[in-house]
């Protein structure tokens, strides 16, 4: 860039965006995948076909239902939204962080979660100008300190707190007693994320009724369907009609409210599949925890979190990398998560992959 060019962005860039680094994506071509917790498995052939015909009907040339009316129906009884509550769909889960955060943001107001949590809780919060309060968790069992957290809403007063249930990326359920706790003290708004309920059997989403501040936030992605890009936020709708308020029109596009209402027409198929992924990740933990060194931490996600020994963790992953085996390395992401790698739960031939490599790997450091 020339000078001026510079002058320019620096000058009118806000400081703190300057300061960030963009959201990082591994390139995957040619690897096995295990990266970004995702299904693994595609459709069967039969359903692919009946999903293209109905493609064929659809329309691109009109703009989508504003509301999604069908689709957020659908979900509702698919999700077991409670009667009585109001959903709202975004494009994923961070546009529906997003709509909380501007419906929200204020001057020296702040999101509060725990660290290490989702990373886009902090990078939305700082896109909204927000302060972003981050609690540890306990150091040994990546649990929820409750009076670190209940000190730290008491002190920050934050307008939002967010709890992911299962938490990204240690994949540990949070006592649901503390997760209580922490909605009766909020001063705000409490976001419960289950992103990853397909493979938990815990949930506050039946609880919504029972809280005024109060609302959970899922995904379709975990259950097989993350090219869609759909999330659902449920709660009040005295909440859900000021947050739709800030909701880009259209923001469902038409090819993504057909697929997805096709799809969940057929949610036994993504059931079997995810009954599959929870079967394999009792089977991959007792592999990878039979490898020396390893420590390998309880899972209720799709996605197991390993503390390697000390200091090799790069290594490993550049050596799983080499054997064409991709996962997540989190070693200096936050300093509770050093040492350790984050694979996703894949098909069986791809986990024994993963624990075939891992198991060479070790013997050879």
Known sequence: ??????????????????????YHVQPAQGMIKLDAMENPYSW???????????????????????????????????MGVPDGMRVMLGNGSDELIQMIALSLAGPSRAVLSVDPGFVMYRM?????????????????????????????????????VFLAYPNNPTGNLFDAGAVEAVIRAAPGL???D?????????????????????????????MGLAGLRLGLLAGRAAWI???????LPYNINVLTQASAEFALRHKAVLDDQT???????????????????????????????????PGVAPAWFEALRERRVLIKCLDGAHPLLRDCLRP????????DALTEALREIAVRA
């Open 190 to 192: 409490v976001v419960v």
């Open 124 to 160: 939305i919060a700082t896109f909204c100008g927000m302060r972003y309060v981050g609690v540890p968790l306990d150091a040994d069992s990546f649990g929820l300190d409750l009076q670190a957290v209940l000190q730290a809403m008491d002190e920050q007063q934050p307008a939002v």
């Open 344 to 351: 996703t739960v894949g098909t069986p031939a791809e986990n």
């Open 241 to 247: 009609d000021q947050f739709d308020k800030v909701r």
């Open 194 to 222: 289950e992103a990853y309920a397909p493979f938990t059997d815990a949930s506050f989403m039946q609880r919504l009724g029972e809280f005024d501040n109060l609302v959970v936030m899922r995904t379709v992605s975990k």
């Open 275 to 309: 009954r599959l992924i929870r079967q394999e990740r009792v089977r991959v933990t007792q592999a990878l925890s039979a490898i020396g060194g390893v420590r390998v931490y309880p899972s209720e996600a799709n996605f197991i979190l390993v503390r390697t020994p």
């Open 1 to 22: 860039m020339t000078d001026e060019l510079n002058r320019l962005v620096d000058n009118w860039v806000r400081p703190e965006i300057r300061a960030l680094s963009p």
């Open 44 to 78: 069967p052939d039969a359903l692919r076909q009946a999903w293209v015909e109905l493609l064929r009907s659809v329309d691109v040339n009109r703009y989508p239902d504003p509301t999604a009316r069908v689709l957020s129906e659908r979900l509702s009884e698919v």
